[in-house]
């Protein structure tokens, strides 16, 4: 009942909400989290200052569901100038200069302000840690600064294979209807 007025508030009809109604909030991103059933990763650059950026920025887990029927790859997008743009992996592992075999993965850490990624909309009685490992494939990988040297949690992707990318389907006929339109006509 607690958690329901909380979320209540947030939508109420009152004027301190009406102010900043066009803007996404914590909770929308977590309610998309747990539609689509996996984690969603917000960057954005940090700021000194209280931003709504900074608000967002973060890591949202599908915690109303059961793990097993989530995906374990990570949704990232990129909160810049009040519009997200999605990053997404290149298909297919690599070699780096060293000749190692590299995968995609998100660093979980935010470079800029050296501190880790939050962990958004979980209860006081649920562990960070353990959400973070149950709804994602993280690694540790060592990095090593001019200053200094440690290990960040990175989450694996899983790349979507080319023959499954359903954005072809959306693409490609997109361009057909175009190509078809009468000259002079827009619509």
Not at 37 to 44: A, E, I, L, Q, T
Not at 87 to 114: F, I, K, N
Not at 150 to 165: E, F, H, M, T
Request: proline share 8%; charged share 20%.
């Amino acid at each position: 009942m607690v958690q329901w007025k909380r979320v209540s508030v947030v939508f109420s009809e009152d004027g301190e909400h009406l102010q900043s109604r066009d803007n996404v909030r914590p909770i929308h991103v977590f309610v998309l989290s747990n539609v689509i059933r996996r984690p969603v990763v917000v960057v954005s650059q940090h700021k000194h200052t209280s931003d709504v950026a900074d608000d967002l920025c973060g890591i949202y887990l599908p915690v109303l569901h059961a793990p097993t029927v989530c995906c374990r790859s990570p949704l990232v997008v990129v909160h810049v100038g009040r519009q997200f743009v999605p990053l997404l992996p290149r298909a297919g592992s690599r070699q780096d200069s060293g000749g190692l075999q590299t995968e995609p993965g998100v660093p979980l850490w935010r470079a800029d302000a050296d501190e880790p990624l939050i962990v958004r909309c979980l209860l006081s009685t649920e562990s960070a840690e353990l959400a973070l490992t149950t709804y994602l494939r993280v690694v540790e990988l060592p990095y090593t600064s001019a200053t200094s040297t440690g290990l960040y949690p990175v989450a694996k992707y899983d790349v979507i294979a080319p023959d499954i990318n359903i954005l072809d389907g959306f693409l490609i006929p997109a361009a057909t209807e175009r190509a078809v339109l009468p000259v002079g006509r827009h619509v």
